[in-house]
């Protein structure tokens, strides 16, 4: 069965550096999602994308973040100056057209030190 | 935006009990509502879907049901194992497609 798959498991990184972290949607999926988990808070909503675009963005997805679809099967999330809150569980999801449901990949943990 | 809440943070039964657990939403009612379930260190993981025309929708030994009036969905585990221990969280879809999620209930199946 198709999934969604992210790379690193695990990031850790230093204060003010930057990282990307990667992930490889559903092949035949055109939205794509990141949403983030604080160690023991709810899932949220950061970025949506269709389209080669940004469709919607939250508060939380400020000039620190972007997004990139680099070639026809990568999605990244970049945060160009780390902070200690950033510190979270990063999620990938992407959804077929027409589709109501979001798959999402196993996560990304990136501990800011 | 839309609100969400689940009531229970956490939630313990004897196997081969009936778990529910229950999510309510604030404003309109969403089109469609989702659960998840989530284990430790791990994404989301879909179960089920109910729009807001549904009353009910099954799925093994699962069950959600969506209530407009009550703004209110119940998700169902029936003859509960230890192996469905997770956390179950639901999720409705906003008019711009993204999900937002409660804060999810914690289930412990004891044997």
């Known amino acids: 069965e198709p999934e969604v798959t992210q790379t690193p498991s695990h990031q850790v990184t230093q204060m003010g550096q930057e990282v990307i972290l990667r992930c490889v949607p559903i092949?035949?999926?055109?939205?794509f999602y990141w949403y983030r988990q604080i160690l023991g808070q709810k899932v949220e909503f950061l970025v949506s994308f269709y389209n080669n675009e940004i469709s919607e963005k939250s508060e939380i997805f400020d000039d620190q973040f972007s997004v990139e679809r680099p070639d026809g099967s990568n999605f990244t999330l970049k945060i160009r100056s780390t902070k200690l809150e950033d510190s979270a569980m990063y999620f990938c999801?992407?959804?077929?057209?027409?589709?109501?449901?979001?798959?999402f990949g196993p996560g990304t943990r990136l501990t800011v030190l | 935006s839309q609100k969400i809440e689940q009531n229970s943070e956490a939630l313990n039964i004897q196997e081969g009990k009936t778990a529910t657990l229950t999510c309510n939403y604030t404003n309109y009612s969403p089109a469609y509502l989702q659960w998840y379930r989530q284990d430790p260190g791990r994404g989301p993981v879909f179960l089920l879907l109910i729009r807001e025309n549904e009353k009910e929708k099954r799925k093994e030994r699962l069950k959600v049901t969506f209530d407009t009036t009550l703004k209110q969905s119940l998700f169902h585990i029936t003859a509960s194992q230890p192996a469905d221990s997770a956390t179950y969280l639901c999720a409705l879809v906003q008019p711009t497609r993204q999900l937002t999620f409660g804060s999810g209930t914690q289930l412990t199946v004891l044997p």
């Open positions: 092949s035949n999926h055109l939205y």
């Open positions: 999801a992407s959804n077929g057209q027409g589709a109501d449901t979001q798959y």
